[in-house]
C-alpha cells in the first residue's frame, strides 16, 4: 500500500514514472514510445545547478551539500505537488483533507493496483500515517501537513512509522533486526544452510552490505531507514557523479567539472536527479 500511496501522489503530476528495482522510483520526461529520455541537461543548467548546490559559495560542491541539497529539493518538490493533490483528493472542497478522503483514494489505488492485500491492516496502517501527519491534530491535514502521507522521507515521524512497519513486516523472527534473506524478502528454505542461499541476489547482498555500516551482519532500525528514506539511492547515485565528473579527485566538484560531466553521466540516476532539480527550478 505504500507503493500505492506514492504513485497515488506522481501520477498527478505532469512526469512520466518509472519504477526501479530495490525500492527505487526514477522519475522523468517521457517520449513517444513510452521510454525515459537521457537527454543531457544544458551547460548553463549545470553551472547554476552548482551555484545552488554550493552554498558557502567557495566555488566547489561536496558531497555534504549535495546531500543537504537533495534532502530540501524532495521537500520543495513535494510541497510542490500538494495543490494538485488537494485539488483532486478535498471532495468537500474545504482546502483540507480528511480521514475518510485519504482513505477514499488509497483504496481506489490499491483495489487497482495491488490485489490479494490485506486491506484492512494496510488501511490501519494508512490511518497512523495520516495521524502522524496531522502536526496540530485537529484531524484534518493542511496544505503543509498533507506532503508527509505521501512523502514519508519529508517528515521524520511519519518516515519512523514506514521504517517501522517495513521492518515488522519483513523480521520473521522476531530479533528487531533483518537478516540479508529478511531484507531481501526472501521465503525460508527446509533448513538453515538452504535459506541462507534462497533467493538472495549479487544486488541485494551488495545492498545489504552497504547498507550494514556496522558490519554485523544485520540491519537495524537506523540502517533500514537509510533505505526507506531514499536516501541510500540518493547517495548511490551521487557516489556515481563523482566519480564521473570529479577530475582532479579531491572529492569536490568544481562547476567546469559539473559542466564537463554532461555525456558522461546521460541515462544514469545522477542525470536523473539533477534533470528533477532543474525542471523544479525551470532551468
Avoid at 522510483?25 to 544544458?42: F, K
Avoid at 512497519?165 to 531481501?184: H, I
Wanted: charged content about 35%.
Amino acid at each position: 500500500l505504500l507503493l500505492a500511496a506514492s504513485l497515488a501522489a506522481l501520477s498527478r503530476s505532469n512526469v512520466e514514472v518509472e519504477i526501479q528495482p530495490h525500492g527505487e522510483t526514477r522519475v522523468g520526461q517521457p517520449e513517444e514510445n513510452g521510454v525515459i529520455e537521457a537527454d543531457t541537461l544544458s551547460a548553463h543548467a549545470m553551472r547554476v545547478m552548482h551555484r545552488k548546490v554550493d552554498t558557502n559559495g567557495d566555488g566547489l560542491a561536496s558531497m555534504n551539500e549535495f546531500l543537504h541539497f537533495a534532502s530540501s529539493m524532495r521537500k520543495a518538490i513535494a510541497a510542490r505537488d500538494t495543490p494538485t493533490l488537494l485539488a483532486e483528493l478535498d471532495s468537500d472542497k474545504d482546502g483540507e483533507l480528511s480521514s475518510e478522503e485519504y482513505i477514499k483514494d488509497i483504496k481506489k489505488w490499491s483495489d487497482h493496483h495491488e490485489p490479494g492485500l490485506d486491506q484492512d491492516k494496510a488501511l490501519e496502517f494508512e490511518l497512523a500515517k495520516f495521524k502522524a501527519a496531522d502536526s496540530d491534530w485537529d484531524g484534518r491535514l493542511c496544505r503543509e501537513e498533507l506532503p508527509a502521507v505521501f512523502y514519508p522521507e519529508t517528515d521524520e515521524g511519519v518516515l519512523r512509522l514506514v521504517v517501522y512497519e517495513a521492518m515488522k513486516q519483513k523480521d520473521r523472527n522476531g530479533d528487531r533486526r533483518l537478516s540479508p534473506e529478511e531484507f531481501a524478502g526472501a521465503e525460508p528454505g527446509e533448513d538453515e544452510e538452504a535459506s541462507a542461499e534462497l533467493g538472495v541476489t549479487e544486488q541485494e547482498k551488495a545492498d545489504f552490505e552497504e547498507l550494514d555500516t556496522d558490519a554485523d551482519g544485520s540491519l537495524d532500525f537506523e540502517e533500514m531507514a537509510v533505505w526507506e528514506s531514499g536516501r541510500f539511492h540518493t547517495i548511490a547515485a551521487l557516489k556515481s557523479l563523482f566519480a564521473a565528473a570529479d577530475a582532479d579527485e579531491d572529492n569536490d566538484l568544481t562547476a567546469d567539472e559539473l559542466e564537463n560531466s554532461r555525456e558522461t553521466i546521460a541515462g544514469t540516476e545522477a542525470q536523473y536527479h539533477l534533470m528533477d532539480w532543474a525542471e523544479h527550478h525551470e532551468l
